[in-house]
């Protein structure tokens, strides 16, 4: 049996676990990304492995339109990323 300490529970407020990290990213004329800059240094993308597309929440006030692309980079990374469709800004993806 557990003993009860009789103390007071405190509720946090939620917070959202890996937030997407701005990122600056050079696209080709077909918007496929060429390089992303990430901790001030720039990395060319040597493969992109998959691209998918996500829209939803389309009925609320801030919709959600996103191209994500897993890339690998030069120096043998692969990470995710994505553009806002709606900002145009690019996020990097922590899983």
């Known amino acids: 049996m557990v ?3 009789r103390k007071k529970k405190s509720f946090n407020p939620i ?3 890996n937030q997407p990290i701005p990122i600056n ?3 080709s004329e077909t918007l ?3 390089s ?3 901790n001030q240094h720039t990395l060319n993308v040597s493969s992109l492995e998959e691209t998918w597309e996500i829209i939803d929440e389309w009925w609320k006030p801030n919709p ?3 191209r ?3 890339v690998i980079l030069e120096n043998g990374s692969r990470i995710t990323i994505f553009v806002d469709l709606i900002t ?3 996020f990097r993806q922590i899983a």
Do not use: Q
């Open 88 to 90: 145009g800004l690019w």
């Open 68 to 70: 994500y692309h897993m």
């Open 36 to 38: 992303i800059t990430l």
């Open 64 to 66: 959600i339109e996103r």
């Open 15 to 17: 917070l959202p676990l």
């Open 3 to 5: 003993k009860n300490t």
């Open 32 to 34: 496929s990304p060429i």
């Open 25 to 27: 990213v050079y696209e």
